[in-house]
């Protein structure tokens, strides 16, 4: 395992389509986050799992936004009816919950781009 | 909530030494992370503290106060390869929820 895999690095949508990104987390850690950057910007909190659980989801995810992490595993992030506004990076996390915690490694991200 | 504070630019010759300051407000504060990110790139891990003191770790150092809310980033040496933004993050709560500050984007000079 050589680190947090996203696919796709990148996607041009138009705008009203959905989309969905996929976050393959480093295989022992139990926590993952999803995060979004825009230029200029620091990674802005999404939403966050332990295992399969959905912890915590930002105020900044309309309900257009939706991320599953079905068996504690890999995690989905999908935007429905995509709008120019969702153009940004979004950044994948995780980390393993233990004694001490670990920092966030992050994945490459994936860059969406909303015409 | 949180607040996290970092200058937006910064501007330091090769070969100097730089301090990156950032002063955070948070509840169920755990510990606090410096991040480097290449433009395009994905974030880097480079120090997380946890209590209070200066941690080294090579050209780079991490001091953190968490009585005063305050840390600073210290890079020696600078290289050109150091051009990049360094993000202060702080981790909060009893699951860990990492919170990262603007960014500040360090540009080296020769």
């Known amino acids: 395992d050589t680190g947090v895999s996203q696919d796709p690095r990148h996607k041009i949508t138009k705008r009203g389509q959905n989309v969905t990104f996929r976050c393959d987390p480093i295989?022992?850690?139990?926590?993952l986050y999803w995060y979004r950057q825009t230029l200029g910007q620091g990674p802005e909190f999404l939403t966050y799992?332990?295992?399969?659980?959905?912890?915590?989801k930002s105020r900044l995810l309309s309900d257009r936004f939706s991320a599953e992490r079905p068996k504690g595993s890999f995690s989905t992030l999908e935007i429905q009816r995509t709008e120019q506004g969702d153009s940004a990076m979004y950044l994948c996390?995780?980390?393993?919950?233990?004694?001490?915690?670990?920092?966030?490694?992050f994945g490459q991200g994936t860059r969406l781009t909303v015409v | 909530g949180q607040n996290i504070d970092q200058p937006t630019e910064m501007t330091a010759t090769e070969g100097a030494i730089v301090q990156i300051n950032c002063t955070y407000q948070?509840?169920?504060?755990?510990?606090l992370f410096w991040y480097q990110q290449h433009a395009g790139e994905a974030p880097t891990f480079l120090s997380y503290?946890?209590?209070?003191g200066l941690e080294e770790k090579g050209r780079f150092s991490s001091f953190l106060s968490r009585s005063k809310g305050y840390s600073y980033l210290l890079l020696k040496e600078l290289q050109m390869k150091d051009s990049a933004s360094y993000l202060c993050?702080?981790?909060?709560?009893?699951?860990?929820?990492?919170?990262f500050g603007i960014g500040t984007k360090l540009q080296v000079i020769p």
């Open positions: 996390a995780s980390s393993q919950r233990g004694a001490r915690d670990t920092e966030a490694f």
């Open positions: 295989s022992e850690h139990n926590r």
């Open positions: 799992f332990q295992n399969e659980a959905q912890l915590e």
């Open positions: 948070t509840s169920g504060f755990n510990g």
């Open positions: 503290n946890v209590l209070d």
């Open positions: 993050a702080v981790g909060s709560g009893g699951y860990q929820k990492v919170t």
